[in-house]
């Protein structure tokens, strides 16, 4: 079983900056992909970032070039640095390990709401 507690999310000001963090407990192998996801009330979740074992990104076009996604060394931690907040960008933001075909796991999520 793998578990993800998100933490770091908050009211900011448009074009402020956040930087969300998840820890991961459990049994997370090497080839998993983890990533961050966000779903605003109303519309359907939405990729926004992945980071692979590899140290490989991906990332949603709207974000590319404000947003960064890294990983602990240790692998059990990931963050997503945001930057030029958008009040659009006003979501639940979450957590997830995919270690597909055998498993997809997501935390509770995090509350960010962008707006003066």
């Known amino acids: 079983q793998v578990q993800l507690v998100e933490s770091g999310g908050g009211l900011v000001q448009p074009g402020g900056s956040l930087r969300l963090s998840c820890a991961a407990s459990?049994?997370?192998?090497?080839?998993?992909?983890m990533g961050w996801y966000r779903q605003a009330p109303g519309k359907e979740r939405e990729l926004v970032a992945t980071?692979?074992?590899?140290?490989?990104?991906n990332y949603a076009d709207s974000v590319k070039g404000r947003f960064t996604i890294s990983a602990g060394n240790v692998k059990n931690t990931v963050y997503l640095q945001m930057n030029s907040l958008k009040p659009e960008e006003t979501a639940v933001y979450y957590c997830?390990?995919?270690?597909?075909?055998?498993?997809?796991?997501w935390g509770q999520g995090t509350q960010v709401t962008v707006s003066s």
């Open positions: 459990g049994r997370i192998f090497s080839n998993s992909v």
């Open positions: 997830n390990v995919n270690q597909s075909p055998y498993g997809n796991y």
């Open positions: 980071i692979s074992s590899g140290g490989f990104t």
